[in-house]
């Protein structure tokens, strides 16, 4: 368990960002991870006060707000529509509603969890993040740089008529994923990532022209498999994840050929 | 820091250190239905209705209830006796630890869901674990309790 | 039968739904010390020197105590009846410890952060030693987990701790070599199970206060007040009459909540201090410091003519205690004598067991005692057996298993010889085959998607109670108006036998289930029985119950014809009055209670204790259907039927859940649970983060029905549930498995990355 000297409803991102430059104070997300911690901080920040909790729609993107929980996203109805439903595929899975109602999309981003589906599916989709002093970035370049001070404030999601699928291994419901995997097409973009290697999800661009062969998803699979580390956890040996990563890729891929999620 | 928030229609204001769970203080305000089965937000056992919402009361700041409304068991009683109903003739209730969390995520299941089929119940109320009855018991409950809301309400 | 075979509601049930506060840590006085433990980060270690200097004196601080401060006399925390087959082994706190997680110091405090804070100031001098952590090799090895002279054994059990053996024993019946050497097919295969952990969503906790007469009374979420109030006098070193035990309601325990486990930390520390101190185990502690169920090699041999009929068993079980014996010495016995049981017409039984000591953390009690991993392994052996034959595994089993036509005969492997008393064992798997509609789906269909479906099957028993050594009492008042107190020893879990035991009462009294109320257990009040465990609350507190309601009635109906001016020959009892058997006359049984209060007339109570020389066992027949993914290895239930013979079912829905629950139970066992531990001995997987039980979404359809025989030696014929549900599920699973993959899994959990990589080998 945690501890705090003082608890702070920021006025301001700028005060949030201030606050958030000293390394005994954090910025609070669902606080699920933080609590199995036992870190000693001095001010915890709350940015549920600054309107970041709504997925705003337009014609163009999502934006959400950094505040929003897992289950707000898993469950939009705009969101739904697009990406074959992906996202809420990708996020019904974890643990359980009331937990999906505490987790927000900026605390499971911001701290790159290995086992995170968010991120995995989120990569396939080329989102983005916006921060508040670094701009935006692509999330498959976020998801590489180590945690820092700045604050990620909204995910974006292009509205772009990309297919995609989400594949994951558990070894029982609720269980963290032993391997994760979503796949998206847009033309003859394909967009390869992997999560709970146990290591963060890794993104590979892939372009093939038309219907993949079964040479080209071949070569597609071996690329992944040699590029793409595996490790050994108490989930599952490395080799096991090997085998994992081709199963779950070609269902992906299969599901987008045929039209749709699985 | 001094808050106030409502716990099943009463204000409560009241000092409490920052980084108080909102299940230790809903706790040591009387409301001992809400229990604690784990460290690790994997139980479902604390589940509370946090503005309508259910979350895990184990994982959420008490400073973060502060304006907000909280329903607990204690609040829900007509609803908790009429679910619970089925479940005690199924038997199913068992050793009851995990009724509170499991009715108060009924609840808000009912609320959220318009007639959820069978796998759609197991979705919603996965987050909610039970060791004694093997779950078919609590699901021909909720199966047989839902009928019965739909019937009324005809 | 009016009550008995009725689905009623559960006495309490309405309390829980409704979120009441009745369990320990919603009773719990204000204002109690919080107790907590330093526990030791080594495996193996000798504390060279402890300071508490600096914590005592910490604010909020009641007390700190070291092994200087506690008693240094050996008992055991395994609940079993006195003179307990446990070594007497452990010390509320010792200078040796021989587990991480072994307590070192206990801290009392007024709250949980003072409490956090004093146990960072204690300063703990080790001498680390090294640990012996693999059970295979730890029988004479040079590592002692107890090298220590006051070890001591009540009973014999085989015990050596200088040879690291907390039990062993050699048993045979007939001659199995011989036997063995006349045998067509002999299958011989290791089979290997892990510990488990109960999970009970209530942890382990207690409190306790010095009462008005200056005793000692603990609160505590137990299966076993009465042993908790002996046990506790001894390591207390205190008479018995100076405790108290109390059992509110308990969410689940499943055999964890028969050892004492949190009770010996706030009775010492109120003993001490005289001030109530509780203290609650978190989720993680309750892994980390519990009881899980023990670790197994069993290796099997089984032999059987050219026309599939079994003619020698032998096992030869390793068993791993852990650190201290608590119910390893008992636990290991139903490994063979329940499994080898079943196959009744064998003519040579053998049976070996080790009980070995190591610096993990102890085993003790969980459903089924034993007795699961036995059938893991023989039933994966018959089988194997079925296979080698060529035989349909259900046909093999009809005509080796017992069944009602052996009635009668004796049961050599069994853990006392007895005759089998009811059985309709052959019923329960002619009508589990049908469920899951075996002759279709044998042994194997290929589905699409690369997925295949397979069936497996099992059959299983366990016992109802210990024959000869449980003993159970009751006593029934009857009260003003006529209704009745029934008052139990025994423990309600949450399994409902409070309500079991007022059905049995209200029939045998012929009245109304309402007209009966219940309340247990507290052992000022309460009459003497040996608690919840052994599935002996519906068999033997039941029959108590019958015997006391037979004495009751007498009384009623001696009392009624004497107020009528009447012999007690002359008159009859209908539950509701008193009548001349040759007459009009009567005589309501409101008015002969509210008689019974003065005192010219005789108040009316009995109490009657039972035991059984038998213990009856009920039976279950368990086929699951599977499906296997065969590019990921994972197994989906789609169906598991399964049958049960406990004799009359006193409560259909109780019962219906006791069976659904204990076989999710074994699905956990089957497919992912596992107490996992490092090299040195530290678990890792201590929260449900890690240990993974099954979710509502991991288990398909499960299907109880009954097939029941009739047990005259049971109340209203009636045998034990509540642990052989567990029993089937493991080896049917890897029967199914096996049937999918063409290879055979002899070590659990089968997790999916086993099958895969498995299937990846030739079979």
Same mark, same amino acid.
């Given at each position: 368990m945690f501890t705090i000297n003082q608890y702070v409803l920021a006025e301001s991102l700028e005060q949030a960002y201030a606050l958030n430059q000293s390394r005994i104070n954090v910025i609070l997300g669902g606080t699920l991870w933080l609590k199995m911690g036992r870190k000693k901080f001095n001010k915890a920040i709350d940015l549920s006060a600054l309107g970041l909790d709504t997925i705003e729609e337009d014609e163009d993107q999502f934006k959400i707000g950094c505040m929003c929980t897992l289950r707000q996203v898993e469950t939009h109805q705009g969101l739904d529509q697009h990406f074959d439903g992906v996202v809420a595929k990708a996020l019904e899975s974890i643990v359980g509603v009331q937990l999906r109602n505490g987790a927000t999309v900026g605390g499971t981003l911001y701290s790159r969890f290995g086992f995170s589906d968010v991120l995995t599916v989120l990569m396939a989709l080329d989102a983005s993040v916006e921060r508040y002093k670094g701009g935006i970035v692509s999330l498959a370049d976020y998801a590489a740089m180590r945690p820092d001070n700045?604050?990620?404030v909204r995910v974006l999601i292009k509205k772009d008529p990309r297919r995609a699928s989400y594949s994951c291994f558990r070894k029982s419901a609720g269980d963290f994923p032993v391997l994760n995997c979503a796949v998206s097409k847009l033309e003859d973009q394909w967009a390869v990532v992997i999560g709970a290697r146990p290591g963060r999800a890794r993104r590979i661009m892939f372009t093939v022209g038309g219907t993949p062969s079964e040479e080209n998803i071949q070569s597609i699979v071996e690329t992944v498999r040699g590029s793409i580390p595996f490790g050994t956890n108490l989930l599952g040996s490395a080799a096991y994840r090997r085998i994992l990563a081709e199963v779950l890729l070609r269902r992906n891929i299969e599901a987008i050929l045929m039209g749709g999620a699985q | 820091m001094i808050i106030n928030l409502w716990i099943n229609d009463k204000e409560f204001m009241d000092d409490v250190a920052p980084d108080k769970m909102l299940l230790d203080y809903l706790r040591s305000k009387g409301f001992f239905s809400v229990k604690r089965g784990c460290e690790t937000s994997n139980c479902g056992m604390c589940t509370v209705l946090l503005d309508g919402k259910p979350v895990l009361s184990c994982s959420t700041l008490t400073v973060r209830a502060n304006g907000k409304h909280i329903a607990t068991l204690e609040g829900l009683q007509a609803e908790a006796l009429e679910i619970g109903g089925f479940m005690a003739d199924e038997g199913a209730e068992q050793c009851g630890f995990c009724n509170p969390g499991f009715i108060m995520n009924v609840i808000a299941m009912k609320r959220e869901l318009?007639?959820?089929g069978e796998d759609q119940i197991k979705k919603y109320l996965m987050g909610n674990l039970c060791r004694c009855s093997g779950y078919m018991g609590q699901l021909r409950a909720i199966k047989k309790y839902l009928a019965a809301e739909k019937e009324g309400a005809k | 039968m009016k009550v008995v075979g009725q689905g009623v509601r559960k006495k309490d049930a309405m309390s829980l739904v409704a979120g009441k506060p009745v369990y320990t840590d919603d009773i719990v006085p204000a204002n109690c010390l919080i107790v907590k433990l330093l526990r030791s980060p080594h495996a193996h270690a000798l504390i060279q020197d402890i300071n508490v200097d600096k914590a005592e004196k910490m604010p909020g601080i009641e007390c700190v105590l070291t092994f200087r401060d506690v008693p240094q006399s050996r008992f055991t925390t395994a609940g079993q009846s006195y003179p307990e087959p446990s070594p007497y082994d452990r010390l509320i706190l010792d200078r040796r410890v021989r587990c991480i997680g072994d307590p070192v110091a206990i801290v009392a405090g007024a709250d949980e952060a003072a409490v956090n804070k004093a146990l960072e100031a204690i300063k703990v001098k080790y001498e680390v030693l090294e640990p012996l952590v693999d059970f295979r090799i730890a029988k004479d090895h040079p590592i002692l987990v107890h090298p220590e002279a006051?070890?001591? $054994?009540?009973?014999?059990?085989?015990?050596?701790n200088r040879r690291n053996l907390c039990a062993s024993k050699q048993f045979e019946y007939g001659n199995a070599e011989e036997e063995f050497k006349r045998c067509a097919h002999i299958i011989e295969q290791t089979y290997r199970t892990k510990a488990n952990q109960q999970t009970m969503m209530e942890t382990f906790r207690t409190y306790a206060v010095m009462d008005v007469y200056g005793r000692l009374n603990v609160t505590s979420s137990t299966q076993v007040p009465f042993h908790v109030r002996r046990i506790l006098a001894n390591a207390l070193q205190i008479p018995k009459s100076k405790i108290r035990v109390i059992k509110p309601r308990i969410g689940g325990g499943f055999g964890a909540k028969q050892s004492i486990i949190s009770e010996l930390y706030p009775a010492v520390v109120t003993w001490k201090t005289g001030k109530p101190s509780k203290m609650v185990f978190t989720r993680q502690e309750s892994f980390a410091a519990g009881r899980p169920r023990h670790e197994s090699e069993i290796k099997i041999r089984l032999g059987a003519d050219e026309k599939g009929m079994i003619q020698a068993i032998h096992m030869d079980t390793l068993w791993n205690a852990g650190a201290y014996g608590d119910h390893g010495p008992t636990t290991v016995g139903l490994s063979g004598n329940k499994s080898m049981t079943i196959y009744g017409q064998a003519k040579a039984y053998k049976f070996d067991y080790n009980v070995v000591y190591t610096h993990t953390l102890g085993g003790g009690a969980f459903r089924g005692y034993g007795a699961p991993q036995g059938f893991f392994a023989l039933e994966s052996a018959v089988n194997e057996l079925s296979d080698r034959l060529g035989m349909d595994p259900m046909l093999l089993r009809m005509q080796n298993m017992l069944c009602g036509g052996q009635v009668g005969h004796l049961m050599h492997a069994y853990d006392e010889v007895e005759p089998l008393s009811s059985c309709a064992l052959e019923r329960c798997l002619a009508k589990a085959r049908e469920m899951i509609g075996w002759d279709e789906k044998y042994p194997s269909r290929e589905m699409d998607n690369h997925k295949v479906r397979a069936v497996g099957c099992a059959v299983a028993l366990q016992g109802s109670a210990i024959a000869k050594l449980d003993l159970g009492s009751v006593e029934i008042r009857l009260n003003d108006d006529g209704f009745y107190t029934l008052l139990i020893g025994a423990a309600d879990m949450g399994t409902g036998c409070d309500t079991i035991l007022s059905q049995i009462a209200a029939e045998a009294l012929l009245c109304d289930y309402d007209n009966v109320v219940v309340q247990g257990v507290d052992t000022d009040l309460s009459p003497y029985d040996k608690g919840s465990y052994a599935s002996a609350t519906t068999y033997m507190t039941g029959m108590a119950v019958v015997k006391t309601c037979e004495t009751l009635k007498k009384k009623i109906i001696a009392e009624g014809a004497r107020l009528m001016g009447?012999?007690?020959?002359t008159a009859g009892f209908d539950g509701q009055k008193v009548f001349a058997l040759d007459g009009d006359q009567s005589i309501s049984l409101k008015d002969i209670a509210n008689n019974s209060l003065l005192g010219w007339n005789r108040y009316l109570a009995a109490s009657e204790a039972h035991s059984s020389p038998i213990s009856p066992p009920p039976f279950i027949a368990g086929a699951v259907e599977i499906e296997l993914d065969k590019l990921t290895g994972k197994v989906e239930i789609i169906d598991f039927a399964a049958v049960i013979d406990c004799g009359t079912v006193i409560n259909p829905n109780l019962a219906r859940v006791q069976a659904e629950g204990g076989i999710v139970q074994g699905i956990g066992m089957a497919l992912y649970e596992e107490a996992q531990f490092s090299p040195k001995g530290r678990l890792y997987n201590d929260s449900f983060l890690k240990y993974k039980i099954p979710t509502r979404l991991d288990m398909g359809k499960i299907r109880v029905e009954f097939e029941s025989s009739y047990e005259p030696t049971g109340p209203f014929g009636a045998k034990s549930i509540g642990e052989v549900v567990i029993n089937a599920s493991c080896p049917a699973i890897a029967h199914a498995i096996h049937n999918a993959t063409q290879h055979y899994f002899?070590?659990?959990?089968? $997790?999916s990355e086993q099958v895969l990589l498995s299937m990846q080998k030739k079979p």
């Open positions: 700045d604050i990620l | 318009k007639d959820p | 006051d070890f001591k $054994t009540l009973i014999p059990v085989g015990a050596d009447r012999s007690a020959e002899r070590e659990l959990p089968i $997790t």
